[in-house]
């Protein structure tokens, strides 16, 4: 039976050697509440690193032993891993790109190395306990090489992955040196999940300009697979946070808490130690509070929680230094003898403890500088049962998607971040049950057992769309049907497209010419069967190219036709160009506009290429020069066809269609085959008889009987044909 794998940097336990024998202590973690809904049953279960260094081979089988007892299996890091791979390449080099902080970005080869080896490491200690068909989903930026590595072993593989931190945009991301191996590692998987449509959209465009894969509607085409991009806001456990809210253990710690503070009232932060959260200049914005209002001197008190984190980085060093001597100057500025503006804790606190701070304060400052989603404004919102509170929120947090009622800020605004202090400690009370009740709804009905539900059903309609594909795909046992009916037919025809089905994309259409493989698998496919060579290309070009081939060729989608005893290209279709004047004034425009567009002029069309335009930039102009076209067009009686980067504007009853049709009259065939590869060939496609053999070569959307995956695959094929009759 089928099972699901679970792999993230860490399991949901933290490993302790206490008195000589291991202990685990279960995470309290939301992703761990949550996936405890997959790994739990059945022969499902979760691959991780236990949080510390195990290097004895008998603690190890030890370990081993007792956490498969909990649904786990453990991949064992060295300390130079730990060092390396987890506190080098994945926070020292992607945590301070993905969130926007290039200075503190570290490019040591060692740290990359150490990094490609643990991805490795993880991959092995999956290929240990996977079958081939198997659920696997891979955690967040530790592990971005993983799904590729696992595609190449378990082609079959369901692999899905998300990515907990913020995913940066194309400018960040081009700034790394392993940019490419990093892209490529994450589309391995099936679907990729992200928490916010711009993480979504910064992925997809880092994907465009530095792998040439393009997407359509989330989908991304890479190899033979399609690869679905989608945002899934990532929820809390709403009814832990807000049952605990109400119990016996809260309540008491509640009292206790306000009885010591008075009638102050309280903001609330909690962040684990990173420069991503902005707690400086949230620090400083109460300072200011402070300063410009005297009336809330002894009347409002900041509980401020630290969580210790990578104490022995210098960055972090220094941050809490900063952070340390900004409470102790504002302290010291303002405090009485019976009032504390900031009550200061570096450390972690018990649950209860927690829900007690989060249930008794009025406000909740949540002021990241950048943050994948934030899961403490989310707990804050559900533990304010009585809904009377007030949240601030980060614009720079995923949360802030969802948390619209929240009163949203940028952190970096001090004088905004202190005017929203102000609104929440004066808001009147209908206002805070309405925002409150609202963001409540909200977080009710999209929890974290709701967001596991919608991504595993999103993976399941990406293998569907994949099968729907792969059913088309062309296999051995069809190639062997093709070669079998070629061998045993009396009268074969074959029409192949050039572009994109016999040769690969140039940046320059010039440089596309046939190669010496190319030349003889047509020498010897004529030698066979007729070969026509049905193309968009210029009759000079192709005449030209196959000089001295006894191979037919009809040019222009369908202007020309070349037999292979002739010397001169006969007009197939003889129309008007006067149009040309008016189009090419318009293409002419968009070429200025486009640095790396330009134009080709056939007989009977033109052709405006945007291959070497920058990513982006180019989609972006051929949508505006295709709608520009499009109602010209129209007026001139012309159609306007999309190509594999190209656009093309001619005669509608101009195709290779028609043309095939026509080259077909009168002639007996008893087995035809056609290769394509975009829009242009779908009308040769249509125009075959039902007994044919159409192939697209690509996977996406077509008429054609079957897929093919590339040009060098195309050839295999036509390699097999030859010498089979």
Not at 252 to 280: A, C, E, V
Not at 393 to 408: N, P, Q, R, T, Y
């Amino acid at each position: 039976m089928n099972k699901t794998i679970i792999v993230s940097n860490r399991l949901p336990v933290s490993l302790q050697l206490k008195s000589g024998k291991f202990e685990f202590k279960a995470s309290a973690g939301g992703l761990a509440t949550g996936l405890g809904s997959i790994y739990k049953q059945g022969e499902n279960l979760w691959i991780g690193w236990p949080g510390n260094a195990v290097e004895d081979e008998e603690q190890q089988k030890e370990v081993t032993e007792e956490l498969r007892k909990l649904k786990m299996a453990p991949v064992f890091l060295t300390k130079d891993d730990i060092e390396l791979y987890y506190e080098g390449f994945s926070n020292e080099t992607i945590w301070p790109a993905f969130h926007y902080f290039t200075q503190y970005i570290n490019y040591e080869d060692a740290y990359w190395e150490a990094y490609l080896e643990v991805n490795r490491k993880f991959c092995q200690a999956i290929l240990d306990i996977a079958e081939p068909e198997d659920t696997i989903w891979v955690h967040d930026y530790q592990l971005l090489l993983l799904p590729m590595m696992l595609r190449e072993a378990l082609p079959d593989a369901t692999i899905a992955f998300f990515q907990h931190i913020p995913f940066p945009s194309y400018e960040i991301i081009r700034m790394l040196p392993w940019r490419k191996q990093l892209l490529e590692g994450m589309v391995g998987a099936d679907l990729i999940g992200f928490h916010t449509y711009d993480d979504m959209r910064h992925f997809l465009s880092a994907v465009g300009r530095i792998l040439g894969l393009s997407n359509e509607s989330g989908y991304i085409q890479a190899d033979h697979r399609l690869v679905n991009v989608d945002s899934f806001p990532m929820g809390i456990d709403y009814d832990k946070f807000a049952n605990a809210a109400t119990s016996r253990k809260t309540l008491n710690k509640k009292k206790k808490f306000k009885d010591q503070l008075g009638g102050q009232k309280l903001l609330i932060t909690i962040d684990r130690l990173d420069y991503s959260k902005g707690i400086p200049q949230r620090i400083r914005a109460f300072d200011r509070l402070l300063d410009q209002r005297e009336d809330f001197h002894g009347k409002v008190s900041m509980i401020m929680v630290v969580v210790p984190s990578r104490a022995k980085v210098q960055s972090y060093v220094k941050l809490k230094k900063e952070i340390d001597t900004l409470v102790g100057r504002i302290n010291s500025k303002y405090s009485t003898l019976n009032w504390v503006p900031i009550h200061y804790f570096y450390r972690s606190f018990p649950f209860e403890e927690l829900s007690a701070f989060y249930s008794m304060s009025d406000i909740a400052l949540v002021t990241p500088l950048r943050d994948g989603m934030n899961l403490v404004c989310k707990e804050f919102v559900a533990s304010k049962t009585d809904q009377d509170g007030v949240l601030i929120l980060s614009e720079m947090a995923g949360a802030s998607k969802e948390l619209v009622d929240a009163i949203l800020v940028n952190p970096n605004d001090i004088s905004a971040v202190e005017q929203a202090i102000v609104d929440a400690l004066t808001m009147g009370e209908d206002e805070k049950k309405s925002r409150m009740a609202t963001m409540q709804t909200s977080l009710k009905k999209y929890d974290i057992f709701q967001w596991v539900e919608v991504f595993m059903d999103r993976l399941s309609h990406v293998k569907q769309r994949q099968q729907e594909f792969q059913s088309k795909a062309l296999d051995k046992t069809i190639i062997q049907e093709i070669v079998s009916k070629f061998k045993l037919a009396k009268r074969p025809i074959v029409f192949l497209d050039y572009d994109g089905t016999l040769v690969g994309f140039k940046s320059r259409p010039e440089d596309a010419y046939p190669d010496r493989e190319l030349l003889e698998i047509v020498d010897g496919l004529t030698k066979e069967c007729e070969v026509v060579l049905i193309s968009g290309r210029d009759k000079e070009t192709l005449g030209k190219w196959f000089e001295n081939q006894p191979v037919e060729m009809i040019a222009e989608h369908g202007v020309w036709l070349k037999k292979g005893d002739q010397s001169e290209w006969e007009l197939y279709a003889d129309v008007d160009d006067g149009w040309k004047d008016d189009i090419r004034q318009v293409m002419d425009y968009y070429v200025l506009r486009t640095p790396g567009a330009f134009i080709e002029e056939k007989h009977h069309s033109l052709v405006w290429h945007y291959r070497k335009v920058e990513s982006g930039l180019g989609d972006l102009r051929m949508r505006e020069l295709f709608s520009h076209l499009k109602y010209m067009a129209s007026g001139h009686n012309l159609q306007v066809l999309e190509g594999n980067m190209v656009l093309e504007i001619k005669r509608p009853d101009i195709n290779k269609g028609r043309a095939a049709t026509a080259f077909m009259r009168g002639g007996d065939y008893d087995f035809i085959l056609a290769l394509g590869d975009d829009w242009t060939d779908e009308d040769t496609f249509k125009a075959m008889p039902k007994d044919s053999f159409t192939i697209r070569v690509g996977y996406d959307y077509t008429q054609a009987n079957y897929n093919i995956k590339n040009p060098t695959e195309v050839r295999k094929l036509l390699k097999q044909l030859i010498g089979s009759r």
